[in-house]
């Protein structure tokens, strides 16, 4: 079997076979280049440009954005959703039962590495609604730096070796490696799927298809994949030669030819377009999975075997909405780009015909008015003329109707693409006020239609991007790297070093911020069901002991966030004794040393004493330490008697019943900002609110 960067293009039937399939590839864009032009009609709708499909064309030449406002209201619903406040978005099945804590924590590492929140997942939300489906490239990148800091070195004389003169400082330079995923956004246009009857792209590679991306390399590029070896030398140099010899600004002769062969070379800016071929050939005997770089005229640049160890395509897409045996999905702008257009020619008539309305219209005889010339609008001006022959009147105001007309597509639009006021800003301050049931009604549908789009983004695309990070990882990183961990339950946020994953056991990974957000009513229905748990007697769940550590720090984190709730709870570890003699160390050097609850008090009081009237406290460590000891001490003392006469722990008169929300006494006012529980949605359930 062939090593996977061994170049195969030089076997026998590989080129061959290679050319076949690249004509069926260059086939292929031209057939799809209608759904292309459509795709820039969308583009032109969501990018706000006036299209030769406009029908009026007169002297306004307005647009009203009201795709680009649903578009950007789905857009930032749809993230907030995926990306909850907690930042926890990973969950982590092992055979065992175990939380790999580790492991979670690494791949949020690379999910703030790549910028998914904020680079890659709201342009690719966007790209989805316009274009009908959701792609991403993902690779591996290293970035090397060279760092320089400052050191204390020692200076010697070549006479005194072994004498140190002091220390002078300098400057040390060493290299440094950054290395992560690479996640990048796919245009439809230049991705490929043959043969388009099939449902996934295992689908298509398994049926002996193919998967293609049009890439647009410049001369830098291309010197850098011959230095990486992932392009033939010799063939990349004539490519780059052929480059050259194109002046700026000459073009093709046979554009017909241009346009259906979209790989070669363009003149305008200088760049390469080359077919980047996924696809499984015959080499040694057994298909493999192999990467093809093919430029165009029989030009194979590199046929290499799939250059990572999971050895699947390095794309993954998922259609915005699925049509049946179709890889790819309907832009959702399809359907409302009439409307759009009707919307624009409106708006444009009624805009040319309000400057008419603006002024008034005056009826004279010019038989009994013989002086109408110097009937001219001004200050105090004065008209010579009978009153009763001179006469005004107004010209119509159409353009009123016209924003009526545009409303009544703004209507449309948004309910075609799942938009509701609860999506949108400012819908608060409108004139007419929805009553309760419409609020409750908005709120719901707001619900089901996020989850209904958020779940396919999280099944087509986050879900195998973190199985991609993990193998990616497992493949290239080979040293530890420092990520910030949660850590266990309860332990607040640590920096950890992270080994390189062993696949030797089976990890299966899902994205798990679409679960972790939620609304303010579930979080509170939650807290009723903790409730109804600890009232639930141990003989009816025998087996099984109740345990609602994970429960309350999921509670803690979606209320509190990730800063405030790892401080909610504490470990039992922290609470262990810390010896004395440590203590003394740290407090003997001028450091601080916190007091756990486990510390024998009496014993560590005695031996600070000792330390105190040994070295003295110049810093004062010593003595506050030893008042926290005596603090503590009291505080011990207070709890073991109150717990001798049977009162509660906290005071008061208990918890609430089972299943009881905390709740303030009658006609109390709460606190400022607080929602009104009418108007708290329904927490995924269906109904009405209750009655007030």
Not at 452 to 479: C, N
Request: charged letters at 25%.
């Amino acid at each position: 079997m062939s090593k996977r960067d061994d170049e195969l293009s030089g076997k026998s039937g590989i080129k061959t076979k290679v050319l076949d399939i690249a004509k069926d590839v260059e086939k292929g864009y031209i057939d799809q280049r209608d759904r292309v032009d459509d795709t820039m009609d969308y583009w032109d709708a969501y990018n706000c440009n006036l299209s030769g499909k406009q029908f009026y064309d007169g002297n306004s030449k307005i647009f009203v954005p009201i795709i680009k406002d649903a578009v950007t209201a789905r857009k930032t619903r749809f993230v907030n959703q995926m990306f909850p406040q907690s930042q926890r978005y990973v969950e982590v099945t092992t055979e065992n039962g175990d939380i790999p804590h580790a492991t979670m924590a690494l791949l949020e590492h690379y999910i703030r590495k790549t910028q998914l929140r904020t680079r890659v997942m709201p342009a690719l939300l966007i790209n989805g609604d316009v274009e009908g489906q959701y792609s991403l490239y993902v690779g591996w990148k290293e970035t090397k730096r060279s760092l320089v800091r400052k050191v204390e070195k020692p200076i010697k004389t070549d006479g005194l070796e072994q004498e140190d003169l002091g220390s002078v400082e300098d400057i040390e330079e060493e290299e440094y490696v950054d290395a992560m995923p690479d996640v990048s956004i796919i245009p439809d246009a230049d991705l490929l799927i043959l043969p388009s009857t099939v449902d996934t792209i295992d689908d298509a590679i398994e049926a002996g298809g193919s998967v293609t991306i049009l890439r647009r390399w410049t001369k830098a590029q291309i010197a850098k994949l011959i230095k990486d070896k992932d392009i033939d030398k010799a063939k990349g140099e004539v490519l780059i030669e052929t480059m050259n010899k194109i002046q700026a600004g000459e073009e093709k002769k046979n554009m017909p030819k241009e346009l259906a062969d979209a790989a070669g070379i363009k003149a305008k800016g200088k760049f390469a377009l080359v077919y980047e071929i996924w696809t499984k050939l015959k080499v040694d005997g057994e298909y493999v999975l192999c990467r093809i770089y093919y430029g165009g005229e029989n030009h194979v640049l590199s046929v290499k075997r799939c250059p990572y160890w999971c050895d699947q395509v390095p794309v993954i897409s998922a259609p915005a909405e699925r049509v049946a045996n179709v890889v790819k999905g309907r832009s959702q702008i399809a359907d409302v780009l009439d409307i759009q257009i009707f919307a624009n020619d409106q708006i444009n008539e009624g805009a040319d015909t309000a400057h008419f309305s603006a002024m008034p219209i005056i009826m004279t005889d010019p038989e009994k008015n013989p002086r109408v010339g110097s009937m001219v609008l001004g200050l105090a001006s004065i008209w010579e003329t009978n009153p009763r022959d001179t006469q005004f009147a107004q010209f119509p105001e159409l353009w009123k109707s016209a924003f009526e007309r545009v409303a009544e597509c703004k209507n449309q639009i948004f309910q075609s693409l799942g938009v509701n006021p609860a999506m949108m800003p400012n819908q608060t301050g409108s004139k007419q006020k929805r009553n309760q049931a419409e609020i409750a009604n908005e709120q719901q549908v707001d619900i089901l239609t996020t989850a209904d789009a958020v779940t396919v983004l999280e099944e087509g695309i986050l879900t195998p991007l973190l199985h991609r990070f993990a193998e990616y990882d497992h493949q290239f990183r080979d040293k530890a790297i420092t990520v910030r961990q949660f850590g266990e339950v309860g332990i607040k946020a640590v920096m950890q070093d992270i080994e390189p994953i062993q696949m030797n056991r089976r990890f299966e990974f899902r994205w798990f911020g679409v679960e972790a957000a939620r609304n303010a009513a579930q979080v509170q229905q939650q807290i009723a069901m903790a409730n109804v748990f600890k009232e639930v007697p141990p003989n009816l769940y025998q087996g099984h002991r109740l345990d609602l550590t994970h429960l309350m720090v999921q509670l803690a984190e979606n209320a509190f966030g990730p800063r405030l709730a790892p401080l909610t709870f504490v470990s039992l570890k922290d609470d262990l004794e810390v010896p004395v003699e440590l203590e003394n160390q740290l407090l003997a050097s001028g450091m601080d040393a916190e007091v756990h609850p486990m510390d024998k008090d009496p014993e560590h009081i005695q031996a600070h004493v000792q330390l105190l009237q040994q070295v003295g406290d110049e810093h004062g460590v010593i003595r506050a330490h030893i008042l926290r000891h005596q603090q503590q001490m009291q505080m011990k003392v207070q709890a073991q008697a109150q717990a001798m006469q049977g009162g509660p722990p906290g005071g008061g008169g208990g918890g609430p019943q089972a299943g009881s929300q905390p709740q303030p006494g009658r006609n109390v006012k709460g606190p400022p900002g607080a929602i009104n529980a009418d108007r708290l949605p329904a927490a995924g359930a269906v109904g009405m609110p209750r009655k007030t």
